[in-house]
């Protein structure tokens, strides 16, 4: 089983539509994070978590937020999707900020 | 704001030919220093790191990177590519006393039979 698991792993949803990503990891590990990445532009940080009460803006987090149920459980929504939303979504952990851990990827089409 | 430069976008190889992926970066500090690598279709995945001690580091596969500090560099490097390295390249920096990690756009590397 994977250590970092991601669901959906593929969505299609329309515009305004709210929708949610959800990351679980088995690795034990406080740190998670989500980010975007896009053709050319490489991974984009949306939001990170450091603990259960702990949640921080990344570069780009206008137009989602986040949710960390548990340790082992970090969501991302899109309150109101648009088309530029969509791009391929990874969720990661790590036990100290350094070496970093991915899910296998959610791919979002908004149309 | 530190950031990360990979200047190569696209390399197209052939098989056996050498291989040197640029990566530099703009923190003037301690910085611990990554390469990251996607398969197609795959997330990425820790090819080799640096903390620490010898500026050259050996990862998987046959790959190896080297920190020189004087030229904000971490150069991935590989002697004789394989069909099977056929994938995206992601240097990231994380400098000391910060917590988040910073990635740069990405290498595609297609090696031709």
């Known amino acids: 089983d994977a250590d970092v698991t991601q669901t959906p792993r593929n969505r299609i949803t329309k515009t305004g539509k709210r929708i949610m990503l959800e990351c679980s990891q088995t690795k034990g590990h406080d740190r998670m994070y989500w980010y975007r990445q896009d053709p050319g532009l490489g991974l984009r940080l949306i939001y990170y978590s450091f603990d259960v009460k702990d949640i921080n803006k990344g570069e780009i987090s206008d137009g989602y937020s986040v949710s960390r149920q548990a340790q082992a459980k970090f969501s991302l929504s899109l309150e109101s999707a648009i088309p530029n939303q969509t791009a391929l979504y990874f969720c990661?952990?790590?036990?100290?900020?350094?070496?970093?851990?991915f899910g296998a990827g959610t791919r979002l089409s908004v149309l | 704001a530190q950031s990360v430069s990979q200047h190569n976008h696209h390399v197209i190889l052939s098989e056996a030919a050498s291989l040197e992926l640029g990566c530099n970066y703009s923190?003037?500090?301690?910085?611990?220093l990554f390469w990251y690598v996607q398969y197609p279709g795959q997330h990425l995945q820790l090819l080799l790191k640096y903390f620490s001690g010898d500026p050259l580091v050996k990862g998987i596969k046959g790959f190896e990177a080297e920190f020189i500090k004087s030229k904000f560099s971490f150069n991935l490097r590989k002697p004789s590519v394989q069909w099977s390295d056929t994938a995206e390249y992601f240097c990231?920096?994380?400098?000391?006393?910060?917590?988040?990690?910073?990635f740069g756009t990405g290498t595609k590397l297609q090696v031709i039979p």
């Open positions: 923190y003037g500090g301690t910085v611990n």
């Open positions: 990661a952990t790590s036990a100290s900020g350094d070496i970093q851990y």
């Open positions: 990231a920096v994380k400098p000391g006393g910060y917590q988040k990690v910073t």
